[in-house]
């Protein structure tokens, strides 16, 4: 089965950068095939409706999740929603409005946010919550908020391996991508 993953923020050492990475190696071990799109894969041009033309990046994203059976967002939080970068991202699913099913309906949709604290970040869950059901995704009942004060000063490699260390954030993030998968393991089964 095959799961998308999107996330991060174009911050260099992005802790929801490493979160979605965590992701992505949970999901395989689940059995997963997984396409990752990183805040720079997802660093698109504003979703303008109607326009002839969508950048090569777009396209790939669009197609990317046309092909998924299951999603996983990983967002920053920002002024108490996701960032502004993954909702355009969001966005462009508009291109999949024409398609049976349209958008991400019948597609499990696991989501987490990373915050200055695990408040902050269910802020940016519940945002995303709503943006994937107008979506008509099949939101998963699991959601992970991450703190990342203590990982924020931290490099790539130190921050996701400080995330790695924190055997509560590991299975929460681990019962939310065994949902997903599950979920669209199943869904997969019965759509062939
Ligand atoms: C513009 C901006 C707005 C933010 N707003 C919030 C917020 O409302 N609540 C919160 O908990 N954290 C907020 N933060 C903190 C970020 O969520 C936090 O730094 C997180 O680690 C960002 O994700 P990243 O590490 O992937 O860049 C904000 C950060 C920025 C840059």
Same mark, same amino acid.
């Given at each position: 089965?095959?799961?998308?993953?999107?996330?991060?923020?174009? @911050? !260099?050492?992005?802790?929801?950068?490493? %979160?979605?990475?965590?992701? =992505?190696?949970?999901?395989?071990? *689940? #059995? $997963?095939? /997984?396409?990752?799109?990183?805040?720079?894969?997802?660093?698109?041009?504003?979703?303008?409706?109607?326009?002839?033309?969508?950048?090569?990046?777009?396209?790939?994203?669009?197609?990317?999740?046309?092909?998924?059976?299951?999603?996983?967002?990983?967002?920053?939080?920002?002024?108490?929603?996701?960032?502004?970068?993954?909702?355009?991202?969001?966005?462009?699913?508009?291109?999949?409005?024409?398609? @049976? !099913?349209?958008?991400?309906?019948?597609? %499990?949709?696991?989501?987490? =946010?990373?915050?200055?604290?695990? *408040? #902050? $970040?269910? /802020?940016?869950?519940?945002?995303?919550?709503?943006?994937?059901?107008?979506?008509?995704?099949?939101?998963?009942?699991?959601?992970?908020?991450?703190?990342?004060?203590?990982?924020?000063?931290?490099?790539?490699?130190?921050?996701?391996?400080?995330?790695?260390?924190?055997?509560?954030?590991?299975?929460?993030?681990?019962?939310?991508?065994?949902?997903?998968?599950?979920?669209?393991?199943?869904?997969? @089964?019965?759509?062939?």
């Amino acid at each position: 089965m095959e799961l998308a993953l999107l996330g991060g923020s174009l @911050r !260099p050492g992005s802790a929801s950068e490493a %979160v979605l990475h965590l992701c =992505a190696g949970l999901a395989a071990g *689940h #059995g $997963a095939r /997984t396409t990752v799109h990183t805040a720079a894969d997802l660093d698109l041009p504003l979703y303008r409706p109607g326009a002839l033309h969508r950048a090569p990046a777009a396209r790939k994203l669009v197609e990317t999740l046309r092909r998924a059976d299951g999603v996983i967002i990983v967002s920053p939080t920002y002024h108490g929603g996701m960032s502004g970068l993954i909702k355009n991202a969001l966005d462009h699913a508009e291109e999949l409005a024409h398609d @049976r !099913p349209a958008y991400l309906d019948g597609k %499990v949709v696991g989501v987490a =946010a990373v915050g200055w604290s695990e *408040h #902050g $970040a269910a /802020t940016a869950v519940s945002a995303l919550r709503t943006t994937v059901q107008s979506l008509r995704g099949w939101v998963a009942p699991m959601a992970v908020t991450v703190d990342a004060t203590g990982v924020a000063a931290l490099d790539v490699p130190s921050a996701r391996a400080a995330l790695r260390a924190d055997a509560r954030l590991m299975r929460r993030l681990d019962i939310l991508v065994g949902q997903v998968t599950d979920f669209a393991d199943r869904h997969a @089964r019965l759509s062939v």
